[in-house]
């Protein structure tokens, strides 16, 4: 299963873009990226998912590089409530073993 | 949008009494449901894998016995801990996703007290 690796804590100043990285160089080529969010004592939000291409949705964006091997969450206006757990998980899909492995998570700070 | 109902939000109950959450799609046919543990500041780690009419996979290390998981219905999942002890309290997460559609929704939690 692919593993991922982020950074276990980043700052982010209110209303500038947070920009959360997330290294994930064995992932295979049928294997998809996603993001999700935990707010503290909350289940996980889901905030964006891709394959190859970069994505954007009303939360967030999501940038993949050429390579798949590395990606990059941004929101773009972060505000005190965008603070949380983010987890970039790959989801592994093979017949009869599908599941979603949460790794350890960035824990985004939002600053005033 | 997709959402997921997990109930009770929080129970306590004493060492050795058996425990039942619900984790129900109210919106879509859940295909698929999972549950995951997560203790504190610790990520979640999923417990099983469990489709429709079929029997639950449970990940390495989870004791089937001890987790009981029923998915009878293709809206409603439950976890039952079986003589529960101070060491499984924890937080507790359902997810489901629905028939063709890789989302994963998650439900909102239940923090378990075992004392």
Same mark, same amino acid.
Request: with cysteine; net charge positive.
């Given at each position: 299963?692919? %593993?991922?690796?982020?950074?276990?804590?980043?700052?982010?100043?209110?209303?500038?873009?947070?920009?959360?990285?997330?290294?994930?160089?064995?992932?295979?080529?049928?294997?998809?990226?996603? *993001?999700?969010?935990?707010?503290?004592?909350?289940?996980?939000?889901?905030?964006?998912?891709?394959?190859?291409?970069?994505?954007?949705?009303?939360?967030?964006?999501?940038?993949? +590089? @050429?390579?798949?091997?590395?990606? +990059?969450?941004?929101?773009?206006?972060? +505000?005190?409530?965008?603070?949380?757990?983010?987890?970039?998980?790959?989801?592994?899909?093979?017949?009869?073993?599908?599941?979603?492995?949460?790794?350890? &998570?960035?824990?985004?700070?939002?600053?005033? | 949008?997709?959402?997921?109902?997990?109930?009770?939000? *929080?129970?306590?109950?004493?060492?050795?009494?058996?425990?039942?959450?619900?984790?129900?799609?109210?919106?879509?046919?859940?295909?698929?449901?999972? *549950?995951?543990?997560?203790?504190?500041?610790?990520?979640?780690?999923?417990?099983?894998?469990?489709?429709?009419?079929? %029997?639950?996979?449970?990940?390495?290390?989870? @004791?089937?016995?001890?987790?009981?998981?029923?998915?009878?219905?293709?809206?409603?999942?439950?976890?039952?801990?079986?003589?529960?002890?101070?060491?499984?309290?924890?937080?507790?997460?359902?997810?489901?996703?629905?028939?063709?559609? *890789? &989302?994963?929704?998650?439900?909102?939690?239940?923090?378990?007290?075992?004392?």
């Amino acid at each position: 299963d692919a %593993k991922t690796t982020q950074p276990p804590s980043m700052d982010c100043a209110e209303g500038r873009a947070a920009n959360l990285p997330c290294n994930h160089s064995t992932i295979s080529g049928n294997e998809y990226v996603y *993001w999700y969010r935990q707010i503290h004592s909350q289940g996980p939000q889901y905030i964006i998912h891709g394959l190859k291409n970069n994505e954007t949705n009303e939360m967030a964006s999501l940038i993949i +590089t @050429e390579d798949r091997k590395s990606s +990059t969450l941004i929101l773009p206006h972060a +505000t005190l409530r965008d603070t949380a757990v983010y987890y970039c998980i790959v989801r592994v899909a093979r017949l009869g073993n599908e599941k979603l492995t949460f790794g350890t &998570g960035t824990r985004l700070t939002i600053i005033p | 949008g997709a959402v997921v109902s997990q109930h009770p939000s *929080w129970v306590i109950c004493k060492s050795g009494t058996s425990v039942k959450i619900e984790c129900r799609s109210l919106d879509f046919q859940a295909t698929t449901m999972f *549950w995951y543990r997560q203790f504190p500041k610790q990520s979640l780690m999923l417990m099983a894998t469990s489709n429709e009419g079929s %029997k639950a996979t449970y990940e390495q290390g989870v @004791e089937k016995d001890k987790f009981l998981i029923n998915h009878a219905s293709l809206t409603l999942s439950t976890l039952t801990v079986t003589s529960a002890h101070p060491e499984d309290s924890s937080f507790y997460i359902c997810s489901a996703r629905g028939q063709g559609n *890789w &989302g994963y929704t998650f439900g909102s939690g239940t923090r378990l007290t075992v004392v």
